[in-house]
């Protein structure tokens, strides 16, 4: 006899086309009918509360009294909740802001009682292959999810194992229909016969034993509280099978004693029986830009940061890094980042992430000023203070400001050895912007704000101070006007329209008419890229740019602007009428001392309903790219042969090879590779007759929530249509990225660490005697220059550094992008007597043996690995 499990459940998007303050008021009722269900009715087991604790967050903001009856409830296992806070999307988000959802969610589930051990993620659009590690490293070992599988995975069951590249492992219970299908359960035995014989019929072809799935809610329903006269319905029409109320738990312990279920690898975003809307990564490019660069800065900058003060003797803010990551993880729920809601949710979103980062660079700011206020010295000098966040010494250009009323200086540090610099700029600064007081008491002489730029070596993990001394000279600047650029690495010039011309000198090849921008029709809505019928792109080979190249010691700068004529709106494309425009602003930094490109792409877009992409060629016909997602690498091919196949087989949408990264894309051969890496547009497409171009999302403009009938996903509407005017994107954005060029190929050349050196510049601080915001002298006495942590070996990288959320420990978390299995270990500048390894929870496994304060292991390609000392 067949076993329908009946899970009574809530499905519970914060936000979508509603607000969070919309759903919000629909939660307090809905909450209060559940627990009164759930302490009356003994026949009424489980209730599922979407895995999520971002709900009883909501909640408990307006009845903080009902804490009790929560907890009663969770403990007697009625009530369900967690392990996330939010349900997190696994495509566009960063594997720390993954851990630290679970990491969170767990904690808040520790309050009430114990959390649902299952990776519930039930709407996110699509599955990243790392997930059964993540899941693994907080001792889960199922997962749940409906997007992005098909049979070409290897198999057509619902139910499987699903591994990583290092094998761990979780058993797979899929949602082939959703988690809806048990929606509003009519008592009407016609209209429910002919609902659920249609589910039966695909839920007995996927499953591996007795046991289906039958998920009693929807996005939020209210509880059905006519579930037992519909379920007597069930019983009597289907005589064969028997119906109960149960929960998730109970069917994975039924498929545990398949002991042939198949097993497989690899992310899902096949949309064929669902869709994973892969071109939804440049929806509202300015809110995925503020993500990106948010996530980097809390990572990169601020956890290892705030580690190093605390290694230093001062306290580590968890409660306020807390605050920061729930702010962002709001918004890291899939419709919240996948940007496929109204314009006043995506305004809620925007706020977040302002309210996020100004939290992010204060904090920063302020452990920054708490270490170099306290530099143990007898100088009384001004001071500025360079801070290396990665674990290994770094030759590096820095860019910074000096703010003195000095009218020339020197810089020495703390040996007295002069450190040679060169004047960018300088400004004159009203004294009461710096601090109202100087004012207050008369004295209105000016400061001068100077940038200045210099070469040095920077201790690992650590920081070095230089002195602002007063001085007779003339202070240095040799930049001057240039007609095209000679670093150690690249000859760079520019062409009429702005594109750019590289070779590079070790590579010994040429790459033409890089950074060329390429603009198409958006037929599509918030979901989904959709472009006109048999168009001609534009491109911006016929622009004439205004260039200014400018070179100095250190570094050279190439300054771009032109003007994109393109259609105002779709109607006007289809005519090829060109009356409207999107300016171009691109500032290019070329360090001397590497081979790095950066790039500031700032666009004042005035058109409707259009993509813009930089192309950047690299001369390599390429099967593959190689991208980076959560911990790790994956390659995807250049073409998805699914395409061939995708309209007789009537997939949901077209599997167009448009793709997600995290911090970088390349193509490249064993010889040598290109490689853009990223802090903004997170979304690429290999294109060109010969797939050797790589397509660089900038953004997308789009009118509508959801349209019906795209040339690429036919059929309903995703979504709803509603306007969404918001979502043109009309006005300025700012997107930052770079390109490299390397010898090898991408893997063994180890992009990804390339990118997380890009996205971890040395930060500065200037400290001088005037502070707007008062602090009293610190205790504690530093060093004028310091290093905490040095690794030894050069292949892994680092995911963060920080103190452990509940011990007295240092938690060092790294993995390996290479495909080679690995040797990772690290010189502690502390006395360390144990270390352990320990999952992603931060609970210890294993000790380490400790030799001269180093920490040794081994790590496998893909892997993720937490060190606790």
Not at 746 to 759: F, H, P, Q, V
């Amino acid at each position: 006899m067949t076993k329908v499990h009946i899970v009574p459940h809530m499905h519970w998007d914060r936000e979508w086309y509603f607000s969070t303050e919309e759903s919000r008021i629909l939660l307090v009722n809905n909450m209060e009918e559940i627990m009164e269900m759930l302490e009356n009715n003994p026949d009424y087991p489980h209730y599922v509360l979407d895995g999520q604790t971002s709900i009883l967050e909501d909640y408990f903001a307006v009845k903080p009294e009902s804490k009790e009856r929560v907890k009663s409830l969770v403990q007697k296992g009625k009530l369900i909740i967690g392990p996330w806070y939010t349900q997190t999307d696994e495509m566009v988000v960063g594997g720390e802001s993954i851990v630290r959802n679970l990491l969170y969610g767990i904690k808040d589930c520790e309050e009430f009682g114990s959390h649902m051990k299952i990776g519930y993620l039930p709407d996110s659009f699509g599955q990243s292959s790392q997930m059964p590690q993540i899941l693994n490293g907080f001792d889960i070992k199922y997962s749940i999810f409906w997007r992005g599988a098909t049979e070409r995975h290897g198999t057509d069951k619902t139910e499987f194992y699903w591994e990583t590249d290092e094998g761990s492992k979780v058993l797979v219970q899929l949602f082939p229909l959703g988690y809806a299908i048990g929606k509003y359960l009519p008592e009407d035995e016609q209209k429910l016969q002919e609902r659920i014989d249609k589910y039966f019929k695909v839920l007995d072809h996927g499953a591996t034993t007795e046991n289906i799935i039958l998920p009693n809610g929807h996005d939020q329903m209210p509880i059905q509280k006519n579930i037992f006269t519909v379920m007597d319905k069930l019983q009597a029409m289907y005589p064969d099978r028997e119906f109960f109320l149960s929960k998730y738990e109970n069917i994975f312990g039924e498929l545990e004693k398949n002991e042939e279920l198949p097993t497989l690898q690899g992310e899902f975003i096949d949309g064929k029986y669902s869709r994973v809307h892969r071109s939804i990564y440049s929806t509202r490019m300015d809110i995925k830009a503020a993500n990106a660069r948010i996530e980097n800065k809390l990572t990169n900058i601020l956890e290892p940061l705030a580690t190093l003060a605390y290694s230093l003797g001062f306290e580590y803010h968890h409660g306020l890094i807390e605050l920061i990551w729930k702010e962002i993880m709001k918004n890291h729920a899939h419709d919240s980042i996948g940007c496929c809601c109204s314009d006043k949710v995506h305004q809620e979103i925007v706020n977040r992430f302002f309210l996020a980062e100004e939290k992010v660079d204060q904090l920063i700011s302020f452990y920054k000023r708490k270490i170099v206020d306290s530099v143990d010295t007898e100088w009384n000098y001004d001071r500025l203070s360079a801070f290396n966040l990665l674990p290994y010494d770094r030759e590096e250009v820095i860019t910074t400001e000096v703010t003195t009323k000095l009218k020339s200086f020197k810089l020495i540090d703390e040996m007295s050895k002069e450190i040679e610099f060169e004047v960018i700029d300088s400004v004159v600064i009203d004294p009461g912007l710096i601090d109202r007081q100087i004012v207050h008491y008369g004295n209105y002489d000016p400061f001068i704000k100077y940038t200045v730029q210099l070469k040095d070596q920077f201790p690992a993990l650590g920081y070095k101070t230089y002195f602002i001394v007063e001085n007779d000279g003339e202070m240095k600047n040799s930049i001057s006007p240039k007609s095209e650029v000679t670093t150690d690495f690249y000859e760079i010039s520019v062409n009429s329209n702005g594109s750019l011309n590289i070779f590079d000198k070790k590579l010994n090849k040429t790459f033409n008419d890089v950074l060329l921008l390429e603009d198409g029709g958006d037929d599509g809505d918030e979901y989904d890229f959709s472009p006109l019928r048999d168009e001609t792109l534009i491109y911006s080979n016929n622009v004439k740019a205004d260039v200014e190249i400018k070179q100095g010691q250190y570094e050279a700068t190439i300054d771009i602007r032109y003007t994109l004529a393109i259609p105002e709106d779709l109607n006007k494309r289809k005519d090829h009428i060109l009356d409207s425009s999107a300016d171009v602003h691109i500032k290019l930094t070329i360090p001397n001392h590497k081979p790095i490109i950066e790039i500031k792409l700032e666009i004042d877009n005035h058109a409707k309903d259009h993509r813009l992409r930089a192309l950047i060629p690299t001369g390599i016909a390429s099967a593959f790219s190689v991208s980076d997602n959560q911990f790790g690498c994956l390659k995807r091919d250049v073409y998805d042969s699914a395409m061939d196949i995708w309209e007789q087989e009537e997939w949901d949408e077209r599997p167009d090879s448009i793709y997600p990264m995290l911090s970088f894309v390349s193509l490249s051969n064993e010889a040598y590779g290109v490689s853009v890496l990223t802090n903004s547009t997170r979304e690429y497409e290999i294109v060109g007759e010969a797939y050797d171009t790589i397509a660089i999302t900038l953004f997308r403009g789009v009118g509508v929530l959801g349209k019906e009938e795209l040339l690429r996903r036919p059929g309903r509407p995703s979504g709803i249509k509603l306007p969404t005017p918001d979502s043109q994107m009309l006005g300025k954005l700012t997107l930052e990225f770079a390109i490299v060029t390397h010898q090898q190929s991408a893997l063994k050349a180890n992009a990804a660490r390339m990118a997380k050196e890009y996205l971890t510049p040395i930060d500065l601080y200037n400290k001088i005697p005037f502070n707007a915001m008062k602090l009293n002298t610190a205790d504690v006495k530093t060093p004028a220059s310091f290093s905490f942590i040095k690794e030894v070996h050069q292949d892994s990288v680092l995911s963060t550094l920080k103190k452990a959320e509940k011990d007295d420990q240092f938690v060092l978390r790294f993995y390996n992008p290479t495909d080679e299995e690995k040797v990772v270990s690290f010189k502690i500048n502390r006395s360390i007597q144990q270390a352990y390894t320990a999952n992603l929870n931060e609970k210890c496994s294993e000790v380490i043996e400790v030799e001269e304060n180093k920490v040794q292991s081994k790590i496998k390609t893909n892997q993720v690995k937490t060190i606790l000392f």
